[in-house]
């Protein structure tokens, strides 16, 4: 009898443990101890706005090179420019590939984007983009080591641009993943509750049906009035039912609001702006402010853009007085009457020619045009005595 029990016991050990492991085993387990199915970043769609607004952007910017003069840094216009602006990569733009490398420093790659830079000749034949999947990077006693499949590449024989650089590691990017992490989530079962109401919704109609009737205590009997009194085979026609065992009625389907989903979504919306630094409106809420894009180009834009400007300079140009620029001014919201009045100031003050004026607005060079114009009064300080006012008229 004894041996029997234990028998029993084992049985019901092993029961017990194939179950727990079969539970570790599924999905349930997975979502609960990981507090959900994993998503990344460039599969959020509010996340990939936002870095799409960067990477569209810097792309959309021409890239100078200028050269430190005595009199100020001019812009050099050489093959070497040309090649970095018009085709850095012989299967790209300049457009696809700085859209390509944004783009990946801020999702795929994690706040790290490797760009290899092959030589011909002593000159730059092609910048090949590495893919992000094959990246990792391996510390050493003097810095660090890039490991690219089987290859292993020294810093100062690749591009690498960060951005949001790690504590320890300065030299390596983090991206926005940790800080992100929650936002998606609740983004994400945003997204799973809308797709359930939409293929799912709550009932329009309500029927009080009297409890005591006899057809109302099976299933059967429910279907066999909901068939006899409900059901109607062509839309329009007035149902007829007996007053004395019904009471409809209509009430609104369950919607987005009523679970307060909507605002929800867009305290996200805005969280994931914000962490990006984009502006509401960019990403589908609010309405659009100049004022705050103009400040947005020229301090969340510019600062990632100087990080790969300053990348470009000190590994692709040896000349201690050449370095890339973007030209940001392109990207600010202006009006055709601010272009105009501005370009009329600086035109009256002998700061740019009419020609350069006409450039600003899209208009093509004129011969007669490069003089420079100014009114009488705008005089040198050193010639502000010889003014006839001052001397008695024509006298």
């Given at each position: 009898m004894g041996k029997w029990r234990m028998s029993t016991k084992m049985r019901d050990a092993h029961a017990e443990k194939r179950s727990t492991t079969s539970w570790l085993c599924s999905v349930d387990a997975y979502n609960m101890l990981t507090a959900g199915p994993y998503t990344r970043l460039a599969d959020c769609p509010e996340v990939r706005m936002c870095?799409?607004?960067?990477?569209?952007?810097?792309?959309?910017?021409?890239?100078?090179?200028?050269?430190?003069?005595?009199?100020?840094?001019?812009?050099?216009?050489?093959?070497?420019?040309?090649?970095?602006?018009?085709?850095?990569?012989?299967?790209?733009?300049?457009?696809?590939?700085?859209?390509?490398?944004?783009?990946?420093?801020?999702?795929?790659?994690?706040?790290?984007?490797?760009?290899?830079?092959?030589?011909?000749?002593?000159?730059?034949?092609?910048?090949?983009?590495?893919?992000?999947?094959?990246?990792?990077?391996?510390d050493t006693d003097d810095g660090y080591l890039i490991r690219y499949g089987d290859k292993y590449f020294s810093p100062d024989e690749v591009l690498h641009f960060t951005i949001n650089p790690d504590s320890d590691r300065p030299w390596i990017g983090t991206g926005y993943k940790a800080v992100l992490k929650d936002v998606i989530k609740g983004l994400r079962q945003a997204g799973e509750t809308k797709q359930a109401l939409m293929e799912s919704p709550a009932p329009s109609i309500i029927v009080k049906v009297d409890g005591l009737t006899e057809e109302f205590a099976s299933k059967e009997g429910r279907q066999k009035l909901s068939s006899q009194y409900l059901d109607s085979s062509e839309n329009g026609r007035p149902w007829f039912i007996p007053s004395e065992a019904f009471e409809i009625e209509q009430i609104k389907p369950l919607t987005l609001n009523d679970l307060a989903i909507a605002k929800n979504l867009e305290i996200d919306k805005r969280t994931v702006a914000g962490i990006f630094g984009v502006p509401p409106f960019l990403v589908g809420v609010g309405d659009f402010n100049a004022e705050e894009y103009n400040n947005f180009v020229g301090s969340r834009i510019m600062s990632k853009a100087k990080g790969i400007e300053q990348e470009l300079t000190r590994k692709l140009l040896y000349s201690p007085d050449l370095y890339w620029k973007f030209n940001s001014r392109s990207l600010y919201s202006y009006s055709l009457s601010d272009i105009i009045s501005a370009g009329g100031a600086m035109n009256d003050r002998g700061a740019m020619s009419r020609n350069e004026w006409r450039d600003w607005i899209g208009m093509s060079p004129r011969e007669d045009m490069e003089e420079l114009l100014m009114l009488e009064n705008y005089l040198p300080t050193n010639k502000?005595?010889?003014?006839?006012k001052l001397n008695g008229g024509d006298e």
């Open positions: 870095a799409n607004v960067y990477a569209d952007l810097i792309s959309n910017m021409t890239l100078y090179l200028m050269q430190n003069t005595a009199k100020g840094d001019v812009r050099i216009r050489n093959e070497m420019s040309k090649k970095l602006d018009i085709e850095p990569n012989r299967l790209m733009t300049r457009k696809t590939f700085m859209y390509n490398l944004v783009n990946t420093l801020m999702l795929a790659g994690e706040g790290n984007q490797v760009t290899y830079p092959r030589f011909r000749d002593d000159l730059i034949d092609n910048l090949e983009p590495l893919r992000p999947s094959r990246i990792s990077f391996m502000l005595g010889d003014q006839k």
